[in-house]
């Protein structure tokens, strides 16, 4: 357990009086970057805001199983969850015995009773029975599987509905049972563990890489607020995306076909064109671990109003002569497609069904065949090769080319020095090269940096 700021004042008083010599201070670093946390201050490497003389990115974090986990004081349920969704994350899901001792080592002594963690009974769940019926965690909506109730839980007691799950507290005087869960009142106030990704392991919550948030806040670190969430989904681009021969490919968060389609055409995308086995493939193992049975693709006879076709890519219908034009691939399952009337759309199975096997494809309605079970798989240009869609990328000209692939980023007809950058001061003149004048690093920018290179070029380094 850890001592409090009292108890170790008193502790190293205590030793001054009686002419006990205390060791002498040792390095800490906290955020594993080999440098000492006061040298990681002074050098403003790491911001210690609320100066406690610990790094932010440690102050407010604990790291985990590449997940990060902060603590929210105490509120309800429903408010501690939605202050992890502001976080980028949400209460706490727990998947074994480590995590969970792990948490209440870690967070165990914040609360003399309970804490908020990120199980709930869905009241709306087919399978919904009290006391034990439909319990799942609220980041995932899955039913859990690994459980960690105390002998006398879930039993629905109290005034209110149990309807929310905490884990005991190390300091419980209630109970003997530190580190298992009860079920309870989801109005209690109490604190709440806040679980929050690191999907590109770059050592800041993904919440904080697309947001710095408030002052001297959770986020309030350096590298906040530097990642792209092109479809607004809450994701890093460079996670939500997924590379294959020079376009990215993502899930949609719609399930009916027409609202995936036109989710991804806001994106400057369209659902997925299918050219061969390869992709088939390599479509099958990137998201056959999305939670969806069947994804939907571009393939569809709407057009036609007949199941039996033919079927084209919405592409190629679309925008012919681009890369969404198909090869005249298809990988059906047997006996498909059908000819039950209105079955217009294409979906994939991601897993073996009675109705098929894995990576076949099943012609459907446009609410799927089991509605509410489908999402769809988006395709997008990456002209850069950056792991972004083009839709997301700078295109000064607006000529639907990203300054990265296009020659002549002014759109004046003449490949000349003036295409060197997408854009400049307004007014600053243009030196021949193509950059503002007084541009010294050549990032296309006039600002400290280049006053930096100039010192240098004209005076030397200070030695």
Known sequence: MRLSTVEIVCALAIAALCGVSTPAARAVDCNSNG??????????????CNANSVPDECDWWDSYGGHFYTLVDSRAWQA????????GGHLTTIDDADE?????????????????????????????????????????????????????????????DENCGMMWGDE???SQFPGQWN???????????????????????????LDCGTA?????????????????????????????????????????WQDAEDEAVALGAHLVTVNEDQENEWLLSTFSESGWNRLWLGYNSAEAQNPVGPYEWIGEQVDPGTSWDGTGYDNWDPGEPNNIPGEYYVEMYMNDQPTGAAGTWNNAPDSGSLPNDHAGILEAPDCNTNGVPDACEPDFDGDGLVDDCDPDIDSDGV?????????????????????????????????????????????????
Not at 35 to 48: E, F, M, N, V, W
Not at 115 to 130: A, C, K, N, R, V
């Open 35 to 48: 440098i000492d946390d006061a040298q990681d201050i002074a050098a403003g490497t790491s911001q210690d």
């Open 80 to 87: 501690a969850e939605a202050a992890g969704v502001d976080l």
């Open 100 to 160: 969970n001792n792990w948490l209440l080592d870690t967070f165990g002594d914040s609360s003399n009773y309970g804490i908020w963690i990120g199980l709930y009974q869905d009241t709306e769940d087919p399978g919904y029975s009290e006391p034990d019926g439909a319990w799942k965690w609220i980041a995932s909506q899955a039913d859990v599987s690994f459980v960690n109730w105390d002998v006398n839980s879930p039993n629905e007691a109290g005034s209110g």
């Open 172 to 174: 419980i005087v209630v």
């Open 183 to 209: 079920d309870f009142d989801c109005a209690g106030v109490y604190p709440g563990i806040i679980e929050m990704p690191d999907c590109n392991t770059n050592g800041i919550p993904d919440g904080c890489d």
């Open 216 to 256: 001297c806040g959770p986020c309030d670190v350096p590298g906040c607020g530097s990642a792209g969430d092109c479809n607004s989904n809450g994701v890093p681009d460079e996670c939500d995306w997924h590379s294959y021969g020079g376009h990215v490919y993502a899930l949609t968060e719609t399930t009916t």
């Open 415 to 463: 490949l000349n020095p003036q295409d060197a950058c997408d854009y400049g001061p307004l007014g600053a003149p243009i030196d021949c090269d193509g950059r503002p004048r007084g541009d010294m690093d050549g990032d296309c920018d006039i600002d400290l940096a280049d006053y930096a290179v100039f010192e240098v070029h004209f005076t030397g380094p200070n030695l």
